[in-house]
């Protein structure tokens, strides 16, 4: 499995903490590219939008009609069903968007911990990308597992 993420930066106020994060993220994905071994053959692609406060408010009201300010957005193309269905037909795959707030993402006096934190949020969008919600408590598990073994891979 080979997943590719652009990056996106719509916030300049990134590049103070991630001075190239197309860079950034691709290092990421080389390794977790190369410790995921599932779907062989098979490409994911999916768009990451590195944004700020007004902008993820604008698109929570727009898509899920809340206006409020949130730290992640995502916006899977696929229902976990279609996507199992997709996987089983097609090579390339589209995810979907994860869009991140800067201004959510806490301790940017320590870049380590802010990698960290950003981290975090950018493989919890990607896992919501494959289909995994956390609406009730057993597939909240699940989906934490999933995030566990990816930040493993990326670390």
């Given amino acids: 499995m080979m997943i590719k993420i ?8 990134w590049l103070k903490l991630i001075k190239n994060p197309k860079i950034y993220i691709s290092r990421k994905t080389i390794k977790l590219n190369r410790r995921n071994k599932i779907f062989k053959e098979k490409i994911f ?3 990451l939008l590195l944004s700020g406060s007004q902008k993820i408010k604008e698109l929570n009201k727009k898509f899920r009609k809340k206006n409020k300010i949130t730290d992640i957005l995502s916006f899977p193309f696929h229902s976990k069903k279609n996507l199992t269905t997709e996987i089983k037909k097609t090579k390339k795959i589209y995810l979907g968007d994860i869009i991140i707030n800067l201004n959510r993402i806490k301790e940017k006096n320590s870049l380590k911990i802010f990698k960290n934190n950003f981290n975090k949020l950018w493989v919890h969008g990607l896992v919501h990308l494959f289909g ?5 408590e057993k597939n909240f598990y699940a989906m934490q597992r999933v995030e ?8």
């Fill in 45 to 47: 692609y999916c768009t």
């Fill in 148 to 155: 566990k073994n990816f930040i493993n891979y990326i670390e």
């Fill in 6 to 13: 652009n990056v996106v930066v719509d916030n300049v106020n």
């Fill in 132 to 136: 995994y919600d956390h609406e009730k």
